[in-house]
């Protein structure tokens, strides 16, 4: 069946670091893939979205690569900040709006 | 613009009894898109809807159905319901687009926190 992995311990950075969060699926080909970020309490807010033929995007402090030989994407935040900290959401689709969800990973970012 | 608004925030009911849910999309966006988010499941599509007819549909049993108006506005409802069905309801829009809205940003409300007793 399709999985989509992230992993789901918290990730413990220094401001300032660069945060680095993992996305890996079995068994599916996304044509596109998202990443949102998810205050408690709030709905998730879209960040970016990759397609299967871009390697690399980025926008500010924010990268996403797509592997879909690894069948992984790497979400990157740089100069993190405090204001940073959030679980961070991938999210594939390869049928309209039809979002399939990987289990988040927690980011804090201590000053 | 205002946002995705969804109704009530908070609701809790017990066994047996049904609820509806309500979501108003941004204006302009005629696709609306509903998941449930649980701690054990995550996040799950549920079901979409564009122009007023079913575009997609997750692996949820009948009991949850939807429907949405000529104003986009889009309601779910639950009927019979049963403990496992406790989960935040978020309703996301997006402008839908004739392919199907696959590179389509799509934007979140508050959801609605369920608590079935």
């Known amino acids: 069946s399709q999985k989509i992995e992230q992993n789901s311990e918290a990730l413990n950075i220094q401001e300032g670091k660069t945060a680095t969060l993992t996305c890996n699926y079995t068994n599916y080909s996304p044509a596109y893939l998202q990443w949102y970020r998810q205050d408690p309490g709030r709905g998730p807010v879209f960040l970016l979205l990759?397609?299967?033929?871009?390697k690399e995007k980025r926008k500010e402090r924010l990268k996403v690569t797509f592997d879909t030989t690894l069948k992984q994407s790497l979400f990157h935040i740089t100069a993190s900040q405090p204001a940073d900290s959030a679980t961070y959401l991938c999210?594939?689709?390869?049928?309209?709006?039809?979002?399939?969800f990987g289990g988040g990973t927690r980011l804090m970012v201590k000053p | 613009k205002a946002g995705v608004t969804q109704t009530p925030r908070y609701l809790i009911k017990t066994r047996g009894q049904q609820v509806t849910l309500s979501c108003s999309p941004i204006?302009?966006?005629?696709?609306v898109s509903w998941y449930q988010q649980t701690p054990g499941q995550g996040l799950q599509f549920l079901f979409e809807y564009f122009s007023e007819t079913q575009r997609n549909k997750g692996n949820f049993p009948g009991r949850f159905s939807g429907r949405q108006f000529s104003n986009s506005r889009s309601e779910m409802n639950v009927s019979t319901l049963e403990l496992g069905d406790s989960a935040l309801y978020l309703c996301?829009?997006?402008?839908?687009?004739?392919?199907?809205?696959?590179?389509?940003?799509?934007?979140f409300g508050p959801g609605t926190r369920l608590t079935v007793l």
């Open positions: 204006s302009g966006h005629r696709s």
């Open positions: 999210a594939m689709s390869d049928a309209g709006n039809m979002l399939t």
């Open positions: 996301a829009s997006s402008l839908g687009g004739s392919r199907g809205g696959r590179t389509d940003t799509q934007y």
């Open positions: 990759i397609r299967e033929n871009e």
